[in-house]
């Protein structure tokens, strides 16, 4: 059931709510580096940041030429990610600052993430945020990952909240494009440098240009509840 009048918060969680992106690198990295492909760079990797993690093996097997099946890959890149997860994986300050502010004032909250359903419970887990995340979902669990709307709808309708009351929280900009395509506000925080310039982000109603390093949790809620 939908109630029209509630708000939600749905955050995207790779680059977001955890600096997930250098182990996803290294994950890719070694991945790649199995079937012989050896010059994957940081550089690379930066232009696949908020696509989904399928979408990103498709495209690079299709680039270097591997036979094996996406599938084949994705398994084996979500086994190196968890293990490097679970050896470490930093929750950017500030974002569980605004996490914890919206929890006490009762707003519902989701995670909603082109990582596979098993990575995202992994890593919730990991950083203790899954106390504060009753609903996750994956891009693996609906037709289209970002920039299709597709997971955030997912996750407005188990949160029983109506998509324009929800507001999405993203640090890329095909997941400020799927929120907009969502008919939800979006908090854009950028992970990379010169991110913001992104067409994606320009749908986007709050935007911290310069990053994990400008976003304040107290601006951000103050304009999370002056929409309320």
Not at 91 to 98: A, G, L, Q
Request: net charge negative.
């Amino acid at each position: 059931m939908v109630t029209s009048q509630r708000l939600a918060v749905i955050f995207d969680l790779d680059g977001t709510l955890v600096d997930s992106e250098p182990n996803y690198y290294a994950a890719g990295r070694r991945t790649l580096a199995h079937y012989g492909v050896h010059d994957f760079t940081w550089e690379d990797h930066c232009r696949f940041i908020g696509i989904g993690t399928l979408e990103t093996l498709e495209t690079l097997r299709s680039a270097y030429r591997i036979e094996a099946p996406a599938a084949e890959l994705l398994a084996l890149q979500n086994r190196f990610y968890r293990e490097l997860a679970a050896a470490g994986t930093e929750v950017f300050p500030e974002m569980r600052k605004f996490v914890e502010r919206l929890h006490a004032a009762g707003i519902p909250l989701a995670v909603a993430s082109g990582s596979s359903l098993r990575t995202i419970g992994a890593v919730l887990s990991a950083t203790g945020l899954s106390v504060f995340f009753p609903v996750a979902v994956s891009a693996e669990e609906v037709p289209h990952g970002k920039p299709e709307p597709d997971v955030f709808l997912e996750a407005a309708r188990r949160l029983g909240v109506a998509p324009g009351r929800c507001i999405v929280v993203e640090d890329a900009a095909p997941g400020a494009e799927a929120a907009h395509r969502a008919g939800m506000r979006c908090i854009a925080v950028p992970y990379a440098a010169g991110m913001p310039q992104d067409a994606g982000f320009t749908t986007a109603g709050l935007v911290f240009a310069g990053g994990q390093e400008e976003f304040d949790a107290e601006q951000a809620y103050a304009w999370v509840a002056a929409g309320d």
